[in-house]
């Protein structure tokens, strides 16, 4: 039984096609791999009202996909929803909101509306909102905020 592996070779052309790829990819031509994700920590003060809150911080984003881990809402987390959800600068929400409950504030992936986890490329700021139900007395006494760790 013959045990020896066959090599196989690039051919010239291809090693060329390679070379020029490469050089392409260097000099930003084509697209390099996405960049590594970025973790920001962030942090909001909701109204009462239920009414949209939009950070006014935007960060930039290679394609790919984001997440987010709520890091501090400990005296209100035992009531109250959080929704978040992400903007291009011209004010357009490309994903759908990803709700915090009080039983659930581990980390959370967004999608976009489509569906698709590879959120488009661009500078993206929060939108977020909270659900206060009926505690809105409480909630007039200690406003909404959060702090997080934003992945994008």
């Not at 045990?3 to 084509?30: F, N, S, Y």
């Not at 920001?40 to 290679?62: E, K, M, V, W």
């Not at 992400?86 to 409950?101: M, V, W, Y």
């Amino acid at each position: 039984m013959n045990t020896q592996r066959t090599k196989k070779h690039i051919g010239p052309k291809a090693l060329a096609a390679l070379g020029v790829a490469g050089i392409l990819t260097m000099v930003g031509v084509l697209p390099a791999e996405a960049a590594a994700a970025k973790t920001y920590s962030i942090s909001a003060q909701i109204n009462c009202s239920g009414a949209l809150y939009q950070g006014d911080t935007f960060r930039p984003h290679s394609s790919g996909g984001a997440s987010i881990t709520l890091t501090d809402d400990s005296y209100w987390r035992s009531g109250w929803s959080l929704r978040v959800g992400l903007r291009h600068t011209d004010g357009t929400q490309i994903t759908n909101s990803l709700e915090f409950k009080p039983s659930s504030r581990a980390k959370h992936t967004w999608e976009t509306t489509s569906g698709s986890t590879t959120i488009p490329a661009g500078d993206l700021a929060t939108n977020s909102r909270v659900d206060v139900g009926s505690d809105s007395a409480l909630c007039i006494s200690f406003p909404p905020s959060y702090s997080a760790n934003l992945v994008q």
